[in-house]
Structures are given as structure tokens and as C-alpha cells.
């Protein structure tokens, strides 16, 4: 990276909560199946009658990484269960909860949580009970004991799902938290997908993941490249992933390297300005073949604009079979073998190891503790200095 590392010694991956957290997420997607299926009875109870009720809101919410969870969760179960589900910020609820929350429509609110103490996470919960007249919770979250769970444990109205224990990421940036939550939401509120689909789909995301982490040296082989700015763009879900992406990188090197993520339609609408000679751009190939097609075509316009070594495209290893249209010769490709016929949302928990991986290298790089990148307290693990201000009737 371009940027000069600080002096003191970066410390060693296998030191660093950060590497194990990114490491175990194969082997907590499983357990994600098995707590969703066990508390499936009280979560269909829940979901089914909203669900039931075409006129019904459903409403994804969180802050940072948690609402770009939702966001990739949202447009993935608007897909398949064929009505609009809603991805909005708990930051955005909180500020302007008449524009989000509709008093007269029934409304099932899922929250993600990484601690359950974010202020905005409780607030956005607390002003649906305020607004709206029928409303029901569903709390997604890696902390039994936050505040969110404690408030919605044994109401009639709410189901609490923890996440597997060790999802509750102690490092700063979420990762395990992230994708576990992103997990659970889609296995709780599709009840389309057969549960031996769910496995298949489950083992295939796991297995690419592994495969990934296993062959780590060709992430990082990305930050060996002069770069001060990288750009991650994807379509749909992955739009939502790319997100995600962006943030990882700022945090994890405490905005040293400027991350900027768009779709690649958006990103020609301006967002090109951002483009350098030392610039990253790092593209996720959805495997919906309509939509692939776009994603391609940006990735040869860039690779012409920047050189073929300075676009990266994250891919599956089977699209060919499956029928959909490859990258050109020469295009340099991250693969997760036996993911393309996985559907987008799916396909971007996987694929979101590629940013937290090249997140944590460029951290390390540049002399950063990524467990800890900012140790002074600018930015903080659980958000402070929030001022909650009452909702007057």
C-alpha cells in the first residue's frame, strides 16, 4: 500500500482475535442451521401470520455492518418469497422514524445486532413499539445478554436468536457477527427452501470458505500493490457486499486506504471520478446470469481504464457449467469453487472472506493492530456519544 506504515511492529495473525473470527466462519454457518431449526417452531409462529398478509411491512434494520447485513438479506428474500422486504438503517429509523415507520400497517421488524447496546439498535425498537399499532420483533443478535435481547426475551410479541457464541466478534470490525446474522435471516424468514437445500447450499458456502481461507496468500498478494484507494462494486445483494467490503478496509486500516463501494451501473454515474492509476477495484460476478452480464461489461471497461493487474474479480469456479458467461482470458480472478449456482445473498457470505482477509493484511501492512485500529478511541467497537432525543406524539 501506498500509505506509510507506523513504526511499531505489527503483531503476529494467529495473535489476533480478528484472524480466528474470520477463520471459524464455516464452522459457525453450520451451527446457525441447527439454532435456527431448533427454535423453528417459535419463529414461524411469529413470521407466518405477517408473512401471510401481502399488505404486511417487513423491515430489515441495523447500523454499519448490521444494516448492510440486511441490505444483502433484504433484496435476497424479496427474490424468493416474491414481496418487497425492506433493508433501512437503525441510524435512519432513529432520525426520521415518521418517514420509515408506517402507523397503520402490521410490520415485522428484524433487528441485527452485533452487541444489542448500539443506542440506535434499542431506540429503533423502542419507536416502532411508539409508532406503529401492530408490530412484532425479531432479534438477530451475537449478545443474549445486550440490552435488545434482554427487552425482547419472553414478550409475546418478539423471538430472540442468538447467534452461535463465538459470533459475538471481539475485535473491532464484525465478521463472523456479520455473516452469521446475514445466515440466520435468511434461513428464518424463507421457509421456501427445503431444509436439505438449506444444507447443500450451507456446505457449499462452507467448503468455498475454507478452500478460500486455505489459499489466503492470493488475497494477499492484493495488498502488495501500490493502492490508496480501492472501490468494491457489486449488483443486487452484492451491492450490499460491497458495502460491507468498504467498510471492513477503512476500518481495519483506520481510513488510511479510502474505500468506495457502488453498483457497476451507479458507478459510471460519477463515481468513476474516484479512479486513480493507483486504485483497487475489486468486482463480485453475481451468478443471476441477467445481471452478470452488466458485471461484466464493467470489469472490461475497467480493466482497459486501469490495467488488467488493478481490477480483481471475486468469482465462483463452476459458472461455466452452470451455463454463464466467464470472465475474458486474463482477468484476475479470486475463485470459491461450487458457488455459482448459489443464489446472490447466499453467494456473498463467502465471498465477503475476500474483503475481510485482504482487510486484515492491509491493516497488518501498514502497522496497524486490527484487533484495535483505533486505540485512542475515535472510533469505538460499541458506538458512543449518541444523544437519544424523545419522539414527541
Given at each position: ?68 447485513a440486511g441490505e444483502v438479506a433484504a433484496v435476497g428474500l424479496s427474490r424468493s418469497l416474491g414481496r418487497r422486504i425492506e433493508a433501512v438503517a437503525t441510524t435512519d429509523l432513529v432520525s426520521n422514524p415518521r418517514d420509515h415507520l408506517t402507523p397503520d400497517v402490521a410490520t415485522l421488524l428484524v433487528s441485527f445486532a452485533r452487541s444489542g447496546d448500539s443506542p440506535e439498535s434499542v431506540a429503533a425498537a423502542e419507536l416502532a413499539d411508539q409508532v406503529l399499532g401492530d408490530v412484532a420483533h425479531l ?255
Amino acid at each position: 500500500m501506498s500509505t506509510s506504515p507506523a513504526t511499531a511492529a505489527p503483531p503476529h495473525p494467529q495473535d489476533l482475535h480478528l484472524a480466528r473470527e474470520i477463520a471459524q466462519q464455516p464452522r459457525l454457518w453450520r451451527e446457525v442451521v441447527q439454532r435456527v431449526a431448533s427454535q423453528r417452531p417459535e419463529l414461524d409462529a411469529l413470521t407466518a401470520p405477517l408473512l401471510s398478509r401481502p399488505e404486511a411491512r417487513v423491515i430489515l434494520t441495523g447500523a454499519g455492518s448490521s444494516a448492510f447485513a440486511g441490505e444483502v438479506a433484504a433484496v435476497g428474500l424479496s427474490r424468493s418469497l416474491g414481496r418487497r422486504i425492506e433493508a433501512v438503517a437503525t441510524t435512519d429509523l432513529v432520525s426520521n422514524p415518521r418517514d420509515h415507520l408506517t402507523p397503520d400497517v402490521a410490520t415485522l421488524l428484524v433487528s441485527f445486532a452485533r452487541s444489542g447496546d448500539s443506542p440506535e439498535s434499542v431506540a429503533a425498537a423502542e419507536l416502532a413499539d411508539q409508532v406503529l399499532g401492530d408490530v412484532a420483533h425479531l432479534v438477530l443478535t451475537c449478545n443474549p445478554e445486550g440490552q435488545l435481547a434482554r427487552t425482547h426475551r419472553g414478550r409475546a410479541t418478539s423471538v430472540v436468536l442468538p447467534m452461535p457464541e463465538e459470533a459475538h466478534d471481539q475485535s473491532f470490525a464484525m465478521t463472523s457477527s456479520f455473516t452469521s446474522m446475514t445466515l440466520a435471516a435468511l434461513l428464518a424468514l424463507d421457509r421456501s427452501v427445503a431444509p436439505g437445500v438449506v444444507e447443500q447450499r450451507v456446505e457449499a458456502m462452507a467448503t468455498a470458505a475454507q478452500d478460500l481461507l486455505d489459499r489466503s496468500a492470493e488475497v494477499s498478494a492484493l495488498a502488495d500493490l501500490p493502492t490508496s484507494r480501492v472501490v468494491y462494486l457489486g449488483s443486487g445483494p452484492l451491492l450490499g457486499l460491497a458495502r460491507e467490503s468498504a467498510l471492513k478496509l477503512m476500518e481495519l486500516t483506520a481510513g488510511d486506504v479510502v474505500a468506495l463501494a457502488d453498483s457497476p451501473l451507479g458507478f459510471r454515474h460519477g463515481p468513476k471520478a474516484v479512479l486513480t492509476p493507483d486504485t483497487l477495484v475489486v468486482v463480485y460476478l453475481a451468478n443471476d446470469p441477467y445481471t452478470r452480464r452488466y458485471d461484466l461489461d464493467i470489469v472490461t471497461e475497467l480493466s482497459a481504464d486501469l490495467g488488467a493487474e488493478r481490477v480483481v474479480v471475486v468469482d465462483g469456479a463452476d459458472q461455466a457449467a452452470a451455463g454463464l458467461p466467464e470472465p475474458a482470458p486474463g482477468t484476475r480472478t479470486l475463485r470459491l469453487p461450487g458457488t455459482g449456482r448459489l443464489p446472490d445473498a447466499w453467494w456473498a457470505l463467502p465471498a465477503v472472506l475476500v474483503a475481510q482477509l485482504f482487510g486484515l493484511t492491509t491493516s497488518l501492512a501498514l502497522g496497524h493492530t486490527p484487533d484495535n485500529p483505533f486505540p485512542t478511541g475515535e472510533v469505538n467497537r460499541v458506538v458512543q456519544g449518541v444523544t437519544l432525543h424523545p419522539l414527541e406524539a
